[in-house]
């Protein structure tokens, strides 16, 4: 598999379906997987700044690496046991599973991030924004 030929359906990603604290999780996943590479796993714990501040939001996490993998960005981490894959897991604070994941299409990483990462707004000013929005309704 080529691994810098960004696919024509990352590139043309809608995105009007996902918030702002979405899309800023998204784009830090994206520079995460690139900075580990190919080889090294890693999870939403290792997001810098993690947490709601940093992102806009909780409880998306899960949606964006799960959306990554489905556009085969990033992948599980894992082994096949009987025929059946188990994905590795580190606990977080909570003691709550969190999978592993791994970058799996560098080039596709980079297209989404040329696309959708230099126009982005702080997740904090689209915040406001809405914010603004809502109170002229």
Known sequence: MKHDDPSSDVMLLEWTWKTPAMQAMTLAVCRL??????????????????????????????????????????APVGAF???????RRVRNACGN??????LSNPGRARALLRVHGSNACTVAVQQQLFADGMSSL
Not at 81 to 87: K, N, P, S, V
Not at 97 to 102: A, D, S, V
Request: hydrophobic share 50%; aromatic share 10%; charged share 15%.
């Open 33 to 74: 997987a690139l900075a580990r590479g190919l080889a090294a796993p890693f999870s939403a714990l290792d997001l810098p700044e993690h947490g709601a501040d940093a992102h806009g939001g909780t409880g998306i996490a899960g949606s964006v690496f799960r959306l990554l993998a489905e556009a085969q960005i990033i």
């Open 81 to 87: 046991l009987d025929g059946e894959f188990f994905q």
């Open 97 to 102: 599973p969190i999978g592993l994941w791994q």
